[in-house]
């Protein structure tokens, strides 16, 4: 067990126990991990177990208590192709095809990107654990396109400041249900855990919903069926999906948020990807044509 103390100083009062964290932390981990260590009782604040929207004052004195690496907590190299856009010695930008979970998680401990990425053999970042070397951010399960992976903990954390600002620069492209009647437009609509179903996000004005805005501009009309192209200024859970139920058109095949059965897979992919690259600091954008399916389901509608 690792264990981190603080002392909080009058230029950091006022910041949440979290953010307090990660800016002091003089060692690669993520947010999201520190958040669990808050949740299960690893983090104290004057001797006793933090709160999560607790809010640092000055002089207060803070544990953060790191468990080791458990063994089992390991992921196999399996030997799974991979589609790859680009690399060099920080980041690798991946192809992902539908059917592949970006990485393992309850359940899912094999046939993943990061199994994948073992077997490749080249180095993976360390920022967010064992059971997610790598990973920056994810696509859906049956999601296709574009991902970047970050090979070492410098690369991981640029990319991710970049993701946490909203700076990355994402386009979609989707088959949604029925016509879509404005060439162009946006949603605009708040986003938490819906409370009826715990798998599933939906539009909600519970307080702790986030903010969530997507862009929108129709590509192709066609018989029963809209082809758009998706920009997510933010990056919630299944923020295009949710939106666009919301908005009357479900994506085609999304059995989660949709009627599914209209397509053979959730009909949605990652185009282009343009971020700062973290080592050079120039902007890269990066494309991915569009998935022979949806160019076949277009010609006969």
Do not use: W
Not at 156 to 166: T, V
Not at 190 to 209: L, N, T
Request: hydrophobic letters at 35%; aromatic letters at 6%.
């Amino acid at each position: 067990m690792q264990e981190v103390t603080f002392k909080v100083s009058s230029a950091d009062k006022g910041l949440r126990l979290d953010h307090f964290i990660i800016k002091n932390l003089e060692l690669p981990i993520s947010r999201s991990r520190i958040q669990r260590l808050i949740k299960t009782g690893m983090v104290f604040v004057n001797e006793k177990p933090a709160k999560a929207h607790y809010k640092v004052r000055e002089n207060d004195a803070l544990r953060v208590n790191i468990p080791p690496v458990q063994p089992s907590m390991q992921v196999s190299p399996e030997e799974i192709p991979l589609d790859i856009v680009f690399e060099d010695e920080d980041i690798l930008v991946i192809n992902k095809p539908s059917g592949m979970v970006t990485h393992p998680a309850a359940g899912c401990y094999s046939g993943t990107l990061v199994n994948a990425l073992l077997h490749y053999g080249c180095p993976l970042s360390t920022v967010n654990g064992p059971l997610r070397p790598g990973i920056v951010h994810r696509l859906d399960k049956d999601t296709t396109g574009l991902l970047v992976i970050a090979k070492n903990d410098f690369a991981h954390l640029g990319l991710a400041k970049q993701f946490r600002s909203h700076t990355v620069r994402r386009k979609y492209i989707a088959l949604v249900k029925g016509k879509v009647a404005h060439d162009e437009g946006q949603i605009e609509m708040p986003i938490a855990r819906d409370p009826h179903h715990r798998q599933k996000m939906a539009v909600s004005f519970h307080k702790k919903s986030r903010p969530a805005l997507t862009r929108y501009k129709v590509l192709k009309r066609l018989k029963s069926a809209t082809l758009l192209e998706l920009i997510p200024h933010t990056g919630r859970t299944h923020q295009l999906r949710v939106h666009l139920k919301f908005h009357g058109h479900p994506i085609l095949g999304d059995t989660r948020y949709g009627r599914g059965g209209d397509f053979e897979r959730l009909a949605l992919h990652a185009k282009v990807l343009g971020f700062q690259h973290p080592r050079t600091g120039k902007f890269v954008e990066f494309q991915s044509g569009v998935p022979e399916n949806f160019m076949l389901y277009c010609s006969h509608k």
